[in-house]
């Protein structure tokens, strides 16, 4: 079974440019969370999503970040314009239903961000 | 996270046991978790514990976790090479799906 997919791997980018990241989840994952990995740090939350809707987005930075997740698959996170301190990883994750409050979250790669 | 803490290192020989400690604060957490990450990769869940347990053991992994004290622990018996990597400490927030991570804890093991 195919574990959730993210690209691009890395992107570097000036800064006040815009980047979008894609990521597709396992099938059958009804929940699907977008994290940020700073550098020697945790994952926070950004954004979660029940299919296409966006349950939490709290700690979205709704200036410059945007993200949909249409038809309740596939998700986009976007920033626009990138800033230098958006350095960082970009983690999706997704869970199946009922088992997210257990915290049985399964993550992609990431994809790591560099803004010059 | 800043409500969760973990140390930042450990060094320990192949073949001895790792020991890492988390220190967490809300209380209403139903769930604690264990992550680990290894280069390059994405968070891979090792392992929970229900909040009304002290202890879990599954395989060489033994979770410990003190509720009054608020403190949870991670032993690895027998660490190998391949165990190397950082270890994420977790506590599901009050909504129950949002998780609260630590820094992390960077093992290394050493031939």
């Known amino acids: 079974e195919a574990g959730v997919v993210q690209s691009p791997r890395y992107k570097i980018i000036e800064k006040k440019q815009p980047v979008a990241f894609w990521c597709n989840p396992i099938?059958?994952?009804?929940?699907l969370y977008w994290y940020l990995q700073n550098l020697g740090q945790g994952p926070e939350l950004l954004i979660r999503?029940?299919?296409?809707?966006?349950?939490?987005d709290s700690q979205l930075p709704k200036d410059r970040f945007s993200a949909e997740r249409l038809k309740g698959v596939d998700s986009t996170l976007k920033i626009q314009p990138a800033e230098l301190g958006d350095s960082a990883v970009y983690l999706c994750?997704?869970?199946?239903?009922?088992?997210?409050?257990?915290?049985?979250?399964?993550f992609g790669e990431g994809s790591r961000l560099t803004v010059l | 996270g800043e409500d969760v803490e973990q140390s930042l290192f450990l060094s320990v020989r192949e073949g001895d046991s790792s020991v890492i400690n988390c220190t967490y604060t809300?209380?209403?957490?139903?769930?604690l978790y264990w992550y680990k990450q290894e280069p390059g990769a994405g968070l891979q869940l090792l392992t929970y514990?229900?909040?009304?347990?002290d202890m879990k053991q599954d395989q060489r992994l033994t979770v410990l976790l003190n509720k009054k004290d608020k403190h949870l622990s991670l032993r690895i018996a027998d660490t190998q090479t391949g165990d190397s990597a950082i270890y994420f400490c977790?506590?599901?927030?009050?909504?129950?799906?949002?998780?609260?991570f630590g820094k992390g804890t960077s093992l290394l093991v050493t031939p």
């Open positions: 994750a997704s869970s199946l239903p009922g088992t997210g409050e257990i915290g049985e979250l399964f």
């Open positions: 977790a506590e599901n927030s009050n909504s129950g799906y949002a998780l609260n």
């Open positions: 514990i229900f909040s009304n347990m």
């Open positions: 999503y029940e299919n296409e809707e966006a349950v939490d």
């Open positions: 809300d209380s209403s957490s139903t769930y």
């Open positions: 099938s059958g994952h009804n929940t």
